[in-house]
T-cell receptor
Framework: QKEVEQDPGPLSVPEGAIVSLNCTYSNSAFQYFMWYRQYSRKGPELLMYTYSSGNKEDGRFTAQVDKSSKYISLFIRDSQPSDSATYLCALSGGFQKLVFGTGTRLLVSP | KAGVTQTPRYLIKTRGQQVTLSCSPISGHRSVSWYQQTPGQGLQFLFEYFSETQRNKGNFPGRFSGRQFSNSRSEMNVSTLELGDSALYLC??????????FGPGTRLTVL
């Protein structure tokens, strides 16, 4: 069993939809939670960073962490075609080592 | 503020050769981490350097090595290249807060 599980998709939604992306994990030592967006043939771009249970909002993005359930989510409101990319969750127990999910490919159609 | 830069962006090598990749972190960042990304295995942690010292290492063979210089720039070396080493190699820099910012990567193709 992988430490971090993420549905690879693809997830196809129409423009304007609310998107929900999720990861589950098994290691309770993870304390830091990140979401990255990666466009084709580019490096990952940090979208959200949090280290506690609860919600964190930044513009159209909301990150949610439930440590008791070992479940993290990223919500995208009013999705745009430019949001089409692969979204990766990344978790860390500290010491700079990130453990990534496989990534979910998102397609937003106009 | 300039982001993380990696050189070269693309590289083609043959089996048995060795390769050196370079990474310049964001100004002021002292931690540099390296990751390998492949379609089959996804993103995997190689190692992390802080103040010229390797602090953490992933599960890769000894053919993969790195170093960091006093100006925080880092290099990664892969010796005796194998076909399976073909991947996107990503460098990430951090000020130490666990937030990591990635560069564009070096795409290595081994023939």
């Amino acid at each position: 069993q992988k430490e971090v599980e993420q549905d690879p998709g693809p997830l196809s939604v129409p423009e304007g939809a609310i998107v929900s992306l999720n990861c589950t994990y098994s290691n309770s030592a993870f304390q830091y939670f990140m979401w990255y967006r990666q466009y084709s043939r580019k490096g990952p771009e940090l979208l959200m960073y949090t280290y506690s249970s609860g919600n964190k909002e930044d513009g159209r993005f909301t990150a949610q962490v439930d440590k008791s359930s070992k479940y993290i989510s990223l919500f995208i409101r009013d999705s745009q075609p430019s949001d089409s990319a692969t979204y990766l969750c990344a978790l860390s127990g500290g010491f700079q080592k990130l453990v990534f999910g496989t990534g979910t490919r998102l397609l937003v159609s106009p | 503020k300039a982001g993380v830069t990696q050189t070269p962006r693309y590289l083609i090598k043959t089996r048995g050769q060795q390769v050196t990749l370079s990474c310049s972190p964001i100004s002021g960042h002292r931690s540099v981490s390296w990751y390998q990304q492949t379609p089959g295995q996804g993103l995997q942690f190689l190692f992390e350097y802080f103040s010229e010292t390797q602090r953490n290492k992933g599960n890769f063979p000894g053919r993969f090595s790195g170093r960091q210089f006093s100006n925080s720039r880092s290099e990664m070396n892969v010796s005796t290249l194998e076909l399976g080493d073909s991947a996107l190699y990503l460098c990430a820099s951090s000020s130490g807060s666990n937030e990591q910012f990635f560069g564009p990567g070096t795409r290595l193709t081994v023939l």
